[in-house]
């Protein structure tokens, strides 16, 4: 099967970084929104750039300049009017959300986001705690989001979306072993079999997309972590909400490098927003789809970028968890998970 005109073009919106200097970002900032002595600092990113801008001693705020590609800020404002703790957009100059700037690598959106101090979940100890609160942090965005509509979501696609988990067998070129890639052949089958031909049967709305430990934001009071808001709604669509708890198991069980670690945010997730039955017995396929995803598109971006060895963040211990996960029957994990749910005391 041969890569199409849709998938090129999924392609290359989605995995191509823009190329922006330090003075690009210093004149942006300056001109439409008049923000001068400035002291910025790259972050690191999957494919979109992004600074932490220090300003001047008489502002009261710090803030993170995004420049990406496609818009998500009528979310964020209504998640931060429902007090859900998240990345608020700053305005320009003249009053909106984003500016459209011309760069080397082409036309890309520019926005501000104000600066939420705190630590990421990747710099601290995961723990069932931590873990718990994860997954109830993500049930809370799900039903503060439930009902959020806007026409810019209507044909937003990207191969980061779970619905483009059979598109991965356009990339598996990128991975070299061939016991990996019939390993991946056989998620993509069961997940397109189990989970997409029954998506309908599922509630949707727009989800996060991408609630990972580089994600999601962490506070310390007398000593213990407290997970406090979410990052980075770059990859946010609608979709079944079963994929945003998945995704988060997901990202969970590779940060702690342990498959009862899902278990607890499971157990998170469903003392806000149950899962039904159907949902839970879904999960371990949606989970290893998910991680598929991950190592087949961070394979391939390397292949397209080895600078950016950020995308191979999940491949040291993803490929072992994955081949591990789907060797578990079904019933074994699903169960292990429930024990967790019905046995853990969030202290």
Known sequence: MSMNRADADILSTNNIKP???????????????????????????????????????????????????????????????????????????????????????????????????????????????????????????????????????????????????????????AVKDTKKQRLVTEVIEAFSSRVISKSDEFEKGLIHGDFNEQNILVKQEKGRWYVKGALDFGDSHIACFLYDVAITMTYIILHAKDLDRGGYVLAGYNSIRPLSSQEIQLLKVCICARMCQSLVLGAFTFSRDPSNTYVLRTAEAGWTLLEKLWSIPDEVIINRWLEICNSFVYE
């Open 19 to 173: 190329i922006i200097s330090y003075e690009d970002v210093e004149n942006i900032l300056n001109e439409d929104y008049g923000l001068e002595n400035l002291t910025i600092k790259n972050l690191i990113g999957y494919d979109d750039k992004n600074f932490l801008v220090k300003v001047e001693k008489n502002v009261d705020n710090d803030y993170i300049t995004k420049i990406c590609k496609d818009g998500y800020d009528c979310a964020l404002v209504f998640l931060s009017n429902k007090e859900i703790c998240c990345p608020k957009p700053v305005k320009t100059k003249r009053g909106e959300y984003l500016t459209l700037r011309k760069f080397i690598s082409g036309q890309h959106i520019v926005r501000i986001l104000e600066f939420i101090p705190g630590s990421l979940l990747v710099d601290v100890e995961c723990t069932p705690n931590l873990c718990y609160e994860s997954g109830a942090f993500i049930a809370k965005l799900n039903e503060a989001l439930k009902d959020f509509k806007h026409k810019g979501y209507e044909d937003r696609n990207t191969l980061w979306m779970m619905i483009n988990v059979p598109k991965l067998s356009e990339f598996l070129f």
